[in-house]
Structure formats: structure tokens, C-alpha cells
């Protein structure tokens, strides 16, 4: 925060938001859909924390997870419309707002360690991307980590080939339908809200997800293997409806992107921790049987899903992906 800014709140917050009291605070909706035992569930009320102690009361922030207040194909219209304020959606899940060049993050094995995508997310190429929302009246604020995906069905998969003719869960993405088509697997769009039933019931018979996710979704009870595959990365666009941002009193705006960028160093600090701690309550769950892949397995897994990356020939996408590749190294 700026001293001079920060002195004036300090002394007198009441004067910095007028229109706002304890007793008749600024509400933020913040929806989302995973379990709050997750890397964004905690960041989220991890920023609800701050931004509440920063302004004193003067702003209540109100986080609806699990999809209570909206599902995934329903977020992004509430956040228009204004009636959320905040999502942070996986970057695979904004092609409905025209923004696909966010799939490109879904490409397999584009990076090797959440280094390398911060180095994307935090440089130009990031902020390119969340400046394209601002015409669809959404301001991107950050990017959080959940982690890497690991690979999960009712038989072993140990190379790409055993995903031959399966059902696979996946995030309605165009890069993660020709990842799973790469493989011989027919790729399933379900919300995340039913991907347990999607498992339990055969509609799918098997999905991708870090496993923060899988062990808070409970799929270790539908899910018999899993397979510390590491293929591919999910990551998150925390973002905010523009008309609200732009109409707040400057000070508020500063309070909350203060509130937010602790939250998002919260959200990264915490994200591998999170899903290695998860991944030990699956392997203890004796549920599901994990799986690690031997080198030569790996190399048969970069190998056969590599060829994606090609399948994405348009010049925006050829651009994007040359900028990633020298923005890794
Ligand atoms: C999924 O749909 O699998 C994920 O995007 C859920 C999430 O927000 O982590």
C-alpha cells in the first residue's frame, strides 16, 4: 500500500469509503468450485481474512464453495451479470467468454515445474491474456496454483495405450479433448460438480486432476488407479466482474488488490504442499492403488501426447505457444 494511502486509512477508513459501515459493509461474493480443503478453497478465505481486517469491517466477503452458489457452466454468466463478484476458474474453462488462448496452459508436458509457469503467468504473456477479458467486462486479477494432473480410471495405466477406448472426465477444453483423442481415449465434458457421479454411475471411466482435487471430490472410491502422471498443469485465473472493480473508491481498490496479491502468494506457497498431503491420504485411504510411472514410461507418455501441441497450428496459437516455449527455455 502506498505510506500516504495507508496513513489515511489507517487513521480514518471511514472517511476513505463513506458509503460504507460495519454495520452496512461492501459485500464480495466470491463462488467457486472445489472443496474449501483445497489450494484455491484456502486462498479464497484466506483473502476473505485480509481484506476484511484491511478495510475493518468496511467490506465482508462472502465465499460460496463446492459449487453452492454456481457450477461451472454457470459462473462466468453470474460473474457478467454482476451477481457474483469474484471467480477464480481453471484456465481450461474460458472459451465461453472467446478467451481460448487460456487452453493453451492445458497443453501436455508444456511445463516442467510450477517455476516455469509462473514465469508465463507473472510476465508479459500473462498479462497479455487477462487484459482480452476486459472486453467481455471481467478484470483478471491474478493467477493460482493448484498443480500438476495425474491420470485416474478403473484399470492400470501405465502407458498411454491403456487409455485406449475409455470414457475420460475432462474440463471443457479443445487442447485437453485432443489429449485425450492422442491416446485413443473419448474425451467427456462434465461439470466438476459430477465428476464423482460421472465415475460412480460408467458415464466416464476415468479423469485427470491434481490430487487435491481427486481426494477432496472423494474419487479414491471410484477411482481404482491412479497414475502420478504429472502430464499437464491446473492453474487458475482469479478474476472479478470489471464494472464492479473500475466502480470501486480508489481506496477500496487498493485494499482489495492488497488483500489479493497476499492471496495469491498464500495460494502458491500453499498449492504443492496441499496436493502432496492429499496424495498421502489417497495412498493411506488403500482405495485407490497409486502408480508411478518408471522413466521409459514417462517418455512414452510425453511422447504419444507431444503430438497435441502440433495439432494447434492457427498463427495466435503457433505465437503464444513459441512465446511460452521461450519464455520456459
Ligand atoms: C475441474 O473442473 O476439474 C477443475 O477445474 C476444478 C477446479 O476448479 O480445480
Redesign the pocket.
Known sequence: LSSTFAASWLAAPQACAAQYSVTSPLIVKFS???AEDTP?GKAALFFKTRLESLSRGLIRVEVYPNSQLYR?REELEALQLGAVQILA??L??FAPLGVREFEIFDLPFLFDDAAQMHAVTSGDIGKSLLKKLESRGIKGLAYWD?GFKQMSANKPLRLPDDLRGLKMRI?PSRVLDAQMRAVGATPQVTA?SE?YQTLQTGLADGTE?PAS?FWTQRLHEVQKYLTLSDHGY?G?AVIVNRKFWEGLDRDIRLIMQQAMDDATRFANEIARKENDEALLKIKAAGKTQVLSLSANERAAWRLSMMRVHQLFTSSQDRDLIRAIYGQTG
Open positions: 467457486h468450485v472445489v484455491k461451472d476458474p481453471s481450461a474453462k493448484n474440463q466438476f465428476v486432476n482435487n491446473l487458475y
